[in-house]
């Protein structure tokens, strides 16, 4: 597998994932947020960001992090396996609120520069919503896409996963967890 796409709720760890399956299986690990967010927070137009993606997913070989729906459809045709982190809220919202608040005026390695961690009350919202908002939505998108899935319900499904050399293909992460 050249082309893996990682999704999942906010905060639910894709870049942290990113990197780690880039190291494990060589493979150039692409941020989208990086690419995304211009300065000061600054978005692109759509045209710009258009672009970007299809330079972006022209490569031969990457790891992509990033939910970014309006280019989902186009990076779902390319990609080879999409790994999934479909954590409960439980998860991803607890996660959300301490990095807010500890990382609060840093900008993550993950993003452009002078974009600093913040507290912005309607992206939380976003966040908690995402369950019943995002969610179902992405999921008929990546079932009509028809690429190979592999879907980590839980960190402890995760961590097997990685812990087994995050293998692309064969054993589920439910069958590696039930043995751990």
Known sequence: MDRI?????CWA???TLARKIGKIHELPVIHLDQHYWRAGWTEPTAEEWR????????????????NYGGSL??????????????????????????????????????????????IDLEFWRYTWRYR????PRREARIAKAGA????????RELK?????????????????AARG
Request: proline fraction near 10%.
């Open 5 to 9: 796409l990682i999704l999942g709720p």
């Open 13 to 15: 760890g894709k870049s």
């Open 51 to 66: 672009e970007q993606v299809e330079a972006l997913i022209a490569q031969s070989q990457w790891i992509m992090d990033g």
């Open 73 to 118: 459809a186009r990076r779902l045709q390319r990609t080879q396996l999409v790994v999934n982190l479909d954590f409960p809220r439980r998860v991803f919202f607890p996660r959300m609120v301490w990095r807010s608040l500890s990382q609060y005026g840093r900008t993550r390695p993950d993003l452009a520069p002078d974009c600093p961690e913040q």
């Open 132 to 135: 019943n908002d995002v969610h």
């Open 148 to 155: 190979p899935v592999i879907r980590m319900r839980t960190p």
């Open 160 to 176: 097997a996963w990685l812990s087994a050399g995050a293998p692309l293909t064969g054993e589920m992460p439910e069958m590696l």
